[in-house]
């Protein structure tokens, strides 16, 4: 075998001419002896010019260092460590690699050489730029960043890859058909006034879709001259697409000399172009949730929300302005969707907001509110004016509807309220609009009716407490007391009552009989059940966990909450959230639930007995108490109302009523408890006659969460029994709803 020599063996030479990375060896005088072909391709330098030369001619290229040249070592084979290096090539392209210097001896006189392996990373480096800008772009669109500063993140990102560039960001602005520019953070203003000024046309819009270069075409052709005058000689360009596929925007870098970079901003600008459509897209998403949260779906007018809005902007501009406000509301138009059904109703919607866009005056702002409700805002209208146009308004929605094969003619009820006459703010406006369309349609259907008369001031006075009722129970202003339930004989705590009370920070102490009035007639009675069940339940788990024994609490709902399918559900939910049995709850019903005792409502009460709460008549005998019905009700106590023994020490009539309800519960199998006892009397009678419970001012008035724990500790009935109730002190009444 023959013994191989240094740089000659026929096996090792040509290994190392056709290795991958770029491999440049040079002896112990700096003189080059190897450049192999890697090397010729990374450095751009032909290997003629190179061999023999002294290494520095290539290591302030590779190394971009002013100094000597680095030393290699002690050690023979010991290597530097790996360092990454830039350099541009002769023809101006930019490359980046990783450099390895290491010393060998080869031969057999030992003689010494550097070895110097240079892999070229510029791909890789491309690719890991393009995947950091890829991250950065998606952080800056999680962390919710304005599409300008997208945009300037991406551009400024590409001008870091392409030195000297200036890159430009823009999409199609679909209202003008011309370009909205979004960053050129480094392009001069006469260049962004040049893009703007550019408006695509459709068949530029069609070449693109099959030619992406001609973008090139379009981000360069208006600003030529300007971009050579300030030494940009090249324009790369690409489309930016939406997820149709429709051209949304174009991604230009312009080049002060593109020799020296290759493809790669050809390729980098194509690589750009899914981020820009990412942050185009999310700008479109967000401009889309801005319409959908300000106008209605169906008819494309502004929504109730927006109209506050608009009222309130108005408002603020107003000086010594007018504007008057109608409310339109269409008469029986649930008769159109019981009858034609809902896509008929729709398209008679649409029709309607678009004649109120055609007869409107020109400034106005028409608003759909609600199902069949809209809202008319005409500035500077005054005096007759605001008759006329209800009229016009009136007429425009009273013409005949031609939908399909059904001819249909609607009439629509009015109100009409005016700034600054009607209040200060939106809400004053539109509740005087609605308090005057209700009289109106009450009146007379198909007219209209001025805010601010007399007649409609109690129906205001309703609104402005419903307002405010609506507002305390989202802020926390309402509270339950709990008036004491005590077994008659023992005088021990059988249970509690849970009753709601408001105190408004400018309306005062509002009774429980008139805002729990207001709120069935405003829709949140519901609330405030659902409200004062949670309230009772957590309080029932406050006591405990504080040793205060209360052995019940009953809570009154209102005949609307038991066509809730869901109310039993939500009682167990409750009970198992605060550790309540559920015999620990009655749920208290009033008599009108017998005049709406439909299946639904069977079943609920069914439901709610079944889980172990206890069910209680409320007021009986008040109202519309049928026996047939009670007997079909799961009920486990009936409540005596007051008025039965206001005077039974005197009256034999109604002592004998009062005998014949206790009789009637025991019987059926039911407790029976009185309220409104407020005398040693009251209470002998009542233990003479049978009743199980008593509830009253004798024992307790209805007390705060704290009081009513001190009540328990300190004795409660027995020491409450020896009070008499204050002269002229009207008994309490609450409600829950």
Request: hydrophobic share 40%; proline share 5%; charged share 20%.
């Amino acid at each position: 075998m023959r013994e191989p020599t240094a740089l000659t063996t026929d096996i090792l030479l040509p290994a190392l001419q056709q290795a991958v990375d770029a491999l440049v060896i040079f002896d112990e005088h700096d003189r080059i002896v190897f450049y192999n072909d890697a090397a010729e391709a990374l450095w751009g330098l032909p290997r003629d010019d190179i061999m023999g030369r002294d290494v520095t001619c290539l290591i302030p290229l590779c190394m971009r260092h002013e100094g000597e040249r680095p030393a290699m070592g002690d050690v023979t084979g010991d290597a530097l460590p790996v360092r990454e290096v830039a350099f541009t090539r002769p023809d101006g392209e930019h490359v980046c690699g990783e450099l390895t210097l290491s010393r060998v001896r080869l031969g057999g006189r030992g003689q010494t050489y550097h070895v110097a392996v240079v892999k070229n990373m510029t791909e890789e480096m491309r690719r890991t730029g393009i995947l950091s800008l890829q991250a950065e772009v998606i952080h800056a669109l999680t962390r919710d960043m304005a599409l300008d500063d997208v945009g300037h993140l991406i551009c400024r990102k590409v001008e870091s890859f392409l030195p000297g560039s200036a890159a430009a960001l823009m999409f199609v602005d679909g209202e003008h058909a011309r370009w909205q520019v979004i960053a050129t953070p480094s392009l001069p203003p006469r260049i962004r006034d040049a893009l703007r000024n550019t408006a695509p046309t459709p068949a530029d819009r069609d070449m693109l879709a099959t030619t992406p270069s001609h973008a090139g075409r379009l981000a360069w052709d208006n600003c030529r001259s300007i971009c050579r005058s300030l030494g940009l000689h090249t324009c790369y360009a690409t489309p930016v697409h939406g997820p149709d596929r429709q051209m949304v925007g174009i991604f230009a870098v312009y080049l002060r000399d593109d020799s020296r970079f290759g493809a790669w901003p050809q390729r980098l600008v194509g690589a750009c172009a899914p981020f820009c459509a990412l942050a185009l897209e999310r700008q479109a998403t967000r401009a889309q949730i801005r319409q959908l949260a300000r106008h209605d779906t169906l008819t494309g007018l502004l929504n109730r929300t927006a109209l506050h809005q608009v009222l309130t902007d108005m408002i603020a501009q107003a000086a010594n302005s007018h504007f008057a406000v109608f409310m339109i509301d269409i008469n029986r138009f649930r008769d159109i969707n019981d009858t034609l059904g809902y896509a008929v109703a729709d398209r008679c919607l649409v029709e309607i907001a678009q004649r109120l866009r055609m007869t409107a005056p020109e400034g106005c702002t028409i608003s759909r509110s609600g199902g069949d409700e809209f809202v008319v805002v005409a500035p500077e209208c005054t005096g007759d004016q605001v008759p006329a146009l209800a009229r016009t308004l009136l007429a425009a929605v009273g013409q005949q509807f031609h939908i399909d094969h059904n001819r249909l003619t609607l009439t629509a009820s009015m109100g009409i309220s005016t700034f600054p006459r009607n209040g200060p703010d939106s809400e004053s406006l539109l509740g005087h609009a609605d308090t005057a369309m209700r009289l109106a349609r009450r009146d007379r259907r198909g007219g209209f009716r001025m805010a601010g008369g007399a007649r409609d001031h109690m129906a205001q006075d309703r609104l402005v407490l419903g307002a405010a009722l609506r507002d305390s129970l989202a802020h926390g202003l309402l509270h339950l007391h709990y008036q004491p339930q005590v077994r008659t004989g023992t005088l021990e705590l059988s249970g509690v009552e849970a009753l709601a009370r408001w105190h408004h920070p400018r309306l005062g102490d509002i009774f429980p009989t008139r805002f729990i009035a207001v709120a069935e007639e405003t829709g949140q009675v519901e609330a405030i059940g659902h409200w004062a069940l949670a309230e009772a339940c957590r309080q029932m788990a406050r006591w405990d966990h504080a040793g205060v024994h209360v052995p019940a609490i009953a809570v009154n709902l209102s005949a609307m909450h038991f066509r809730n399918r869901g109310l039993p559900a939500t009682i167990a939910a409750l009970l198992e959230a605060h550790g309540l049995t559920p015999a620990r709850l009655t749920v208290e019903i009033t008599e009108s639930v017998m005049m709406e005792c439909c299946t639904d409502t069977m079943d609920v009460l069914h439901a709610i007995r079944k889980l172990g709460c206890g069910l209680s008549m409320d007021d009986f005998g008040t109202g519309y108490s049928s026996l047939s019905r009670l007997t079909q009700l799961p009920l486990t106590e009936i409540k005596m109302d007051r008025s039965f023994i206001t005077n039974l020490e005197h009256d034999p009539n109604e002592r004998a009523v009062a005998t014949a309800v206790i009789e009637i519960g025991r019987r059926l199998g039911m407790t029976v408890v009185t309220e409104g006892v407020e005398t040693l009397r009251q209470c002998a009678l009542l233990e003479e006659l049978g009743c199980d419970v008593m509830q009253g001012y004798l024992f307790g008035e209805a007390l705060t969460a704290s009081a009513m724990a001190r009540w328990v500790r300190h004795g409660g009935a027995t020491a409450a029994r020896r009070m008499v109730p204050p002269p002229g002190h009207a008994p309490d009444r609450g409600a829950n709803g």
